[in-house]
T-cell receptor, first 112, second 113 residues
Framework: GENVEQHPSTLSVQEGDSAVIKCTYS??????FPWYKQELGKRPQLIID?????GEKKDQRIAVTLNKTAKHFSLHITETQPEDSAVYFC???????????FGKGNQVVVIP | DSGVTQTPKHLITATGQRVTLRCSPR?????VYWYQQSLDQGLQFLIQ???????AKGNILERFSAQQFPDLHSELNLSSLELGDSALYFC????????????FGSGTRLTVV
């Protein structure tokens, strides 16, 4: 099956600083790369996604960059705020597959 | 509201008992996925159904079973419950291509005492 790894497992940042978390995957046929945010006790929610024909996508303070050659993609959060504190899950769906394979999650803590 | 409805929201039961969790997918979605999330753990994929048929199986115990009905709602049955089964159980749904929208419900928190 698809191997999806996230690093670092926990990231603490000062409010206002940037946070970057990285996701690596094993299947070179993967073509869709979403990031989900899960606040404590709540459901995971899609915050941004990227497809394999695009290298970068931005939505206000968040962005995702994709390096298909190296088989990794990253979530960038700028000007972090306390409400950015959450667990972030990356996922991939290889071509021909019909579900998402999730990483184990990154805990992001924004220190006020 | 994500459009994926899970009931009940909370469930407390004793060891050895059996429970049924219910999921109604978003309108138009044919796929339903079940996940287990224990404390401080990731999303453990259990099973997927597509239009009434089992499509993929993950780390689902033999004590657990699921089905998807003709109206596309799904039920996850957990039997001979153990303390370690206490977790958040999420259901997600998607259209045939999950890239077109893979949405989670709010989950059922199961506590086994």
């Amino acid at each position: 099956g698809e191997n999806v790894e996230q690093h670092p497992s926990t990231l603490s940042v000062q409010e206002g600083d940037s946070a970057v978390i990285k996701c690596t995957y094993s299947d070179s046929a993967s073509n869709y790369f979403p990031w989900y945010k899960q606040e404590l006790g709540k459901r995971p929610q899609l915050i941004i996604d990227i497809r394999s024909n695009v290298g970068e996508k931005k939505d206000q303070r968040i962005a995702v960059t994709l390096n298909k050659t190296a088989k990794h993609f990253s979530l960038h959060i700028t000007e972090t705020q306390p409400e950015d504190s959450a667990v972030y899950f990356c996922a991939v769906t290889p071509e021909g597959n019909n579900r998402l394979a999730f990483g184990k999650g990154n805990q992001v803590v924004v220190i006020p | 509201d994500s459009g994926v409805t899970q009931t009940p929201k909370h469930l407390i039961t004793a060891t050895g008992q059996r429970v049924t969790l219910r999921c109604s997918p978003r309108s138009g979605d044919l796929s339903v996925y079940w996940y287990q999330q224990s404390l401080d753990q990731g999303l453990q994929f259990l099973i997927q159904y597509y239009n009434g048929e089992e499509r993929a199986k993950g780390n689902i115990l033999e004590r657990f079973s699921a089905q998807q009905f003709p109206d596309l709602h799904s039920e996850l049955n957990l039997s001979s419950l153990e303390l370690g089964d206490s977790a958040l159980y999420f259901c997600a749904s998607s259209p045939p291509d999950p890239r077109d929208g893979y949405t989670f419900g709010s989950g059922t928190r199961l506590t086994v005492v």
